[in-house]
């Protein structure tokens, strides 16, 4: 009997998918005619398609001179990477990638990554695009050869994404990743420290019209969108979307680079802006109390509540500035807040007052007054039999050790 094959050929039916023929890709769609000005780089790998974008030296970036002047030894203590206080802006590479997802994985790799550098003639930006996977050894040696003049990268979440991803599509490649061996710069733990009480995101999209002063135009693609575009590029060959995928990478670039440059100028002068608001004076303190450069933290916390801000970080900030005084113990500074904080009404400040007096004024009628104070405050306010209970715990027994002193 024949079988189902040979009586399908006898119909004329074709069997298989080797005569369907592969969709054509028309040369007006591809890569090349999208981007025109785009070039091939030789590598030992093969080539890569590259596009370079330059930034003149006077370029300003919505708000920012796109030029890296300040002293980095703020920055570079931040980061807790002293030795990097001495690199040259011509040191640091900025880098991003678009990847084909964005959990991450074995299987996510970087389709697109694009540097940047400052070099004499302006910010000069290279994106190198893979055309398909098979262009990954040619994308990821370019980029070595790229950072190997390099001693710093700059990235924003790129701890957390893009360098474990290009990590792990050099060592799946078996090539030696150039990364481990560069300062890293991540500045969106920086911005989460400047702006996360002010700001709803800290995103790099937000912060562009929000402290660079950056509008994106209707060319942008939003980032979730990008591996769905690529994928759908490498099935149809028609790369007409792939300009707004190398638009959305160069902009996040110059804007990464951007705001390194507003960041060095703001830790090595925060003086300098005068109109910054509370809020982000308050932020700055912190980072130099952090830092341990405590007169500039004092100047920033008093400047900060002197500008104001919403009431519930003005008291929080009051509590953080009297707790740095005590640290350096300037009493009367540290008096004086828990003072204004407790005539507010903050729990903490009843029982501060009330360790002062008992510990270092050794005035005990002044110990009692503000350990009874701290005890009618919790009565009063807590309505929870257990919580009080908890609260009531450390100053009933201060209370009582006071009473069984002597005068």
């Known amino acids: 009997m024949d079988s189902l094959t040979s009586k399908l050929k006898a119909l004329g039916v074709q069997v298989g998918t080797q005569h369907i023929p592969q969709p054509v890709k028309p040369d007006s769609l591809s890569i090349e005619a999208i981007i025109p000005q785009g070039f091939y780089r030789q590598t030992m790998h093969g080539e890569i398609f590259c596009i370079d974008h330059l930034y003149a030296p006077d370029y300003i970036h919505g708000q920012v001179p796109l030029q890296l002047t300040a002293p980095l030894d703020m920055l570079a203590a931040w980061s807790g990477q002293l030795e990097a206080a001495s690199l040259a802006p011509s040191d640091f590479a900025f880098l991003d990638t678009e990847t084909s997802g964005l959990a991450g994985g074995t299987g996510t790799f970087a389709f697109l990554v694009g540097v940047a550098r400052f070099l004499e003639n302006g910010f000069t930006l290279t994106q190198f695009f893979m055309r398909s996977p098979a262009d990954e050894p040619a994308l990821l040696t370019a980029l070595t050869e790229y950072l190997a003049s390099c001693k710093a ?109 507003h960041t060095a100028a703001l830790l ?12 982000d004076l308050a932020a700055l303190a912190r980072l130099f109390e952090d830092l341990k450069q405590y007169e500039t933290a004092i100047r920033l916390f008093e400047k900060s509540l002197a500008e104001g801000m919403p009431p ?12 740095l005084f005590k640290k350096q ?13 407790a005539d507010h009404g903050d729990d903490y400040a009843f029982l501060e007052l009330a360790k002062y007096y008992e510990h270092v004024a050794k005035d005990k009628p002044m110990a009692i007054h503000w350990t009874q104070a701290a005890i009618d405050r919790i009565n009063a306010t807590c309505t929870s039999p257990y919580m009080r209970n908890y609260l009531l715990e450390e100053p009933m027994k201060r209370m009582a050790r006071l009473q069984k002193r002597g005068v």
């Not at 802006?273 to 509370?278: D, M």
């Not at 970080?313 to 707790?323: D, L």
């Open 329 to 341: 113990q300037n009493w009367p500074a540290a008096v004086d807040l828990w003072a204004r904080a």
């Open 153 to 261: 990268i700059v990235t924003f979440n790129g701890k957390s994404f893009d360098a474990p991803i290009l990590n792990t599509r050099y060592t799946l490649q078996g090539f030696t990743s150039p990364l481990p061996g560069l300062y890293h710069f991540d500045l969106l733990s920086l911005a989460r420290k400047l702006w996360r009480d002010r700001l709803p995101s800290r995103a790099l999209g937000f912060l562009e019209p929000n402290i660079l002063g950056i509008g994106r135009s209707d060319d942008e693609i939003p980032g979730y969108l990008v591996p769905e575009y690529y994928l759908d590029y490498l099935h149809t060959g028609d790369a007409t979307l792939m300009k707004g995928v190398l638009y959305h990478n160069d902009l996040d670039i110059t804007s990464l680079a951007a705001l390194m440059c």
């Open 312 to 323: 519930d970080f003005y008291w929080k900030t009051v509590e953080r500035f009297a707790t």
């Open 268 to 279: 090595a002068d925060p003086f300098s802006p005068s109109t910054l608001p509370g809020l």
